[in-house]
């Protein structure tokens, strides 16, 4: 079999629909990045309300552990998120440089293993979007600990 004949272009029907998987994907990981913080929010809050009942302010700093989980979990989907981006935009260039292959298609793992995981959540929470969000809330217990309880 030749490689021209293994060769996709982009007006293919597999190559658009590999293209819409991989954007679902993106979307999908950029939501569950803000449903982290939209649950660790409501879980902090709700601890502090629990807490605020009890008369004892050093029971605040168990807000931490569902602080540090989300943490973990938003960089771990922004690092997915990103990893997919890539794999999307290698695609894209292979297209127009007319490399792309019917291999390539429908490869909806960004790949490399644990280890590139664990990089790319590590990279992640360095981001704008994650360490300040979760940092200010930290601050917030620290304000709460302080000062209103």
Not at 27 to 56: F, Y
Not at 87 to 94: A, C, G, L, R
Not at 104 to 129: C, E, H, M, Q
Request: with cysteine.
């Amino acid at each position: 079999m030749s490689t021209s004949r293994n060769r996709v272009d982009f007006d293919s029907g597999a190559v658009q629909s590999y293209l819409s998987i991989l954007q679902g994907v993106i979307n999908r990981m950029a939501s569950n990045c803000a449903g982290c913080k939209t649950w660790c929010i409501t879980l902090v809050s709700a601890i502090i309300v629990i807490i605020a009942d009890k008369s004892n302010p050093t029971y605040v700093w168990v807000a931490l552990v569902p602080v540090t989980l989300f943490v973990f979990l938003d960089s771990y989907y922004l690092g997915l998120e990103q990893r997919f981006r890539d794999s999307y935009n290698e695609f894209i260039e292979k297209i127009h440089s007319g490399t792309a292959e019917i291999g390539d298609v429908y490869i909806v793992n960004p790949g490399n293993g644990f280890l590139a995981t664990f990089g790319s959540t590590l990279g992640a929470a360095k981001s704008l979007s994650v360490w300040p969000f979760y940092a200010l809330l930290v601050v917030m217990l620290v304000v709460i600990y302080k000062y209103v309880l």
